[in-house]
């Protein structure tokens, strides 16, 4: 399994080898030992959840207050568009952001620390996410910011057809910022 360093400071993208054959594949998504061998403990992964989407469903972009939650996510079935945005206060790429193709071809596994701003779209009919997560949900700690933010400026590839009434009442970049301790 090889591993990629990101535009973004400490963000991961590990990139399985997937073993094709006339049955199909086999391919290892996870790897503990190379996980530790790149800084990132693989016990601290508390929870492992999956989304299922549908073409053109926006989610995000989400992150956690308090002390943040590092994520692993992948997708399991189809394809995303996945964007990841620095909102760490003392990070060198503070505000800058990075998309990334998830799918069920290539099988990477993209690696977010705490403290950046995640969410995709869907560019299959279909797709399933998966994440593990190194902390319980707590829902008070929840923060999320508009996916059209100006201050942000992303290009999402498709319109978007469907979102929850929390990501479309998401407050902005600005006001994010301002609550956070510089």
Not at 38 to 64: C, E, I, K
Not at 83 to 107: M, W, Y
């Amino acid at each position: 399994m090889e591993v990629r360093t990101t535009g973004l400071a400490d963000v991961l993208v590990f990139v399985p080898t997937p073993h094709r054959d006339h049955r199909g594949f086999f391919t290892r998504t996870f790897d503990a030992a190379v996980a530790t061998a790149h800084g990132v403990d693989p016990a601290s992964f508390l929870q492992d959840s999956q989304s299922r989407s549908y073409l053109g469903t926006l989610r995000g972009l989400h992150t956690r207050g308090g002390r943040g939650e590092a994520k692993l996510v992948r997708c399991a079935r189809g394809a995303i568009h996945d964007v990841v945005v620095d909102a760490r206060p003392q990070s060198p790429t503070l505000g800058r952001h990075e998309t990334f193709r998830l799918d069920d071809e290539q099988f990477w596994h993209l690696y977010i620390p705490s403290g950046l701003l995640h969410g995709f779209q869907v560019l299959s009919d279909v797709a399933d996410v998966c994440y593990r997560i190194d902390r319980e949900h707590d829902p008070s700690e929840d923060r999320a910011v508009r996916y059209d933010d100006p201050d942000l400026a992303i290009s999402w590839p498709l319109p978007v057809a469907e979102m929850s009434p929390r990501d479309a009442a998401a407050g902005s970049w600005a006001d994010l910022l301002a609550g956070m301790d510089r």
